[in-house]
């Protein structure tokens, strides 16, 4: 595991429970919107493991979860071991993927390893290459999909939501690919910190249109929210 940033404490990303978030260097996605582009390029300072474990220790009965997000965790073969010993402390584990190595999420949720994920769901199939600036076996991402839907751990869906990238016509195909899922999130992108800079000038969505979208998006899914 390579790991380029701690966040101690969070309330909001592991719905219910106080978290730390522990963030893996390395994608195998090049999405210009990312606002992580130090964990993608690699150039994130790195911070040890057992740095990380001592935190972990002395944070027992403050904290309730680990949230792993990245980059990319699942491209780290030994993530699994490294969940491993979070869990051996005692702290729920979230995990955030791209959906992409649905083998790892099997094997992670038959151990019972994960206690939540949440998946990124990119674009529609069709437009995975393009969205992420990098060639993808969407039958994976398809396969994780049907995965989590399968309910044996609790999870959610979630789009950043680009304009420039993602028309209105997209979100029906996208409901489409997750249909029937329990929750679904569309999360406003922030013109801020990206891999690609010039990202900054593209357009939002209005206040208006994400309730446009969110209405469209519930004809799939059980609930739907904006972030």
Avoid: W
């Avoid at 076996?137 to 789009?159: C, H, M, W």
């Amino acid at each position: 595991m390579r790991l380029g940033g701690l966040q101690k404490t969070s309330l909001i990303d592991y719905p219910g429970s106080v978290s730390a978030i522990v963030f893996t260097i390395g994608c195998n996605f090049h999405c210009p919107y990312c606002h992580n582009p130090e964990l993608v390029d690699e150039t994130a300072a790195e911070i040890s493991q057992e740095a990380f474990f001592t935190f972990l220790e002395g944070r027992i009965g403050l904290l309730d979860a680990v949230t792993i997000t990245g980059g990319e965790p699942t491209v780290h073969d030994d993530l699994p071991q490294f969940i491993a010993r979070i869990k051996q402390l005692g702290f729920l584990v979230k995990l955030d993927s791209n959906g992409t190595n649905p083998t790892m999420l099997q094997e992670l949720i038959n151990a019972k390893q994960v206690d939540y994920i949440a998946m990124d769901i990119k674009s529609p199939l069709q437009k995975y290459d393009s969205t992420v600036a990098r060639p993808v076996d969407t039958a994976k991402i398809q396969e994780s999909v049907t995965l989590l839907l399968e309910g044996n751990v609790p999870y959610e869906f979630r789009t950043t939501v680009v304009k420039a990238l993602l028309p209105l016509e997209d979100f029906q195909e996208i409901g489409t690919l997750i249909a029937g899922a329990h929750k679904y999130y569309l999360q406003k992108f922030i013109p801020t910190k990206l891999l690609n800079p010039a990202f900054r000038k593209k357009t939002v969505y209005t206040d208006e249109e994400f309730e446009a979208l969110r209405k469209t998006m519930e004809q799939y899914v059980k609930i739907c929210l904006v972030r």
